[in-house]
T-cell receptor
């Protein structure tokens, strides 16, 4: 069965510091992977997606993620955190058109 | 270009009641998926509609049912509400032809509270 695991339910960084949110997947077929962000009391917004075209995927708001098959990982990074990045982040894998989500990682940004 | 819209934004019901949530997909999209997000959890897939038929279903009881209309909008119905049904219900739309690589666009959700 396909699944994703997000390591760390809460990550705290200082403004300007590197953001690293971890996601590992389990899949018996080439996975299609997504990162979504959810601000308080809102729906989910797509940050980026991997569909096998390129292993390094650039998304919105300066985020990027690298697909590493050998490590079954798809970690999300941003070189310099901004206060507005504080939110919940979800990694997901597409399974026959439905999304299987991880438990989420709450990102806090300290001034 | 209108995004995914959902109504109502908030709803309070009591145990045993029935509820209907509504969703209008993003312009041009033909597939609607519903997700339940309990507090502090990731969204869980309920079901997906395409061409007015349920195409896939997650691990949810028959109390959860849906419908898709010819204009691609959709409803989620929940009967015999339980306290555990309290959650944020998210609707997402996509294009069927793009398959599992297509992006699902989410609406703002409906917050259901069951007392």
């Amino acid at each position: 069965a396909q699944s994703v695991t997000q390591l760390g339910s809460h990550v705290s960084v200082s403004e300007g510091a590197l953001v690293l949110l971890r996601c590992n997947y389990s899949s018996s077929v080439p996975p299609y992977l997504f990162w979504y962000v959810q601000y308080p009391n809102q729906g989910l917004q797509l940050l980026l997606k991997y569909t096998s075209a390129a292993t390094l995927v650039k998304g919105i708001n300066g985020f990027e993620a690298e697909f590493k098959k050998s490590e079954t990982s798809f970690h999300l990074t941003k070189p310099s955190a901004h206060m507005s990045d504080a939110a919940e982040y979800f990694c997901a894998v597409s399974v026959r058109g439905k999304l299987i989500f991880g438990q989420g990682t709450e990102l806090s940004v300290k001034p | 270009d209108a995004g995914v819209t959902q109504s109502p934004t908030h709803l309070i019901k009591t145990r045993g009641q029935q509820v209907t949530l509504r969703c209008s997909p993003k312009s041009g999209h033909d597939t609607v998926s519903w997700y339940q997000q309990a507090l502090g959890q990731g969204p869980q897939f309920i079901f997906q509609y395409y061409e007015e038929e349920e195409r896939q279903r997650g691990n949810f009881p028959d109390r959860f049912s849906g419908h898709q209309f010819p204009n691609y909008s959709s409803e989620l119905n929940v009967n015999a509400l339980l306290l555990g049904d309290s959650a944020l219900y998210l609707c997402a739309s996509s294009l069927a032809w793009a398959g599992r690589t297509d992006t699902q666009y989410f609406g703002p959700g409906t917050r259901l509270t069951v007392l």
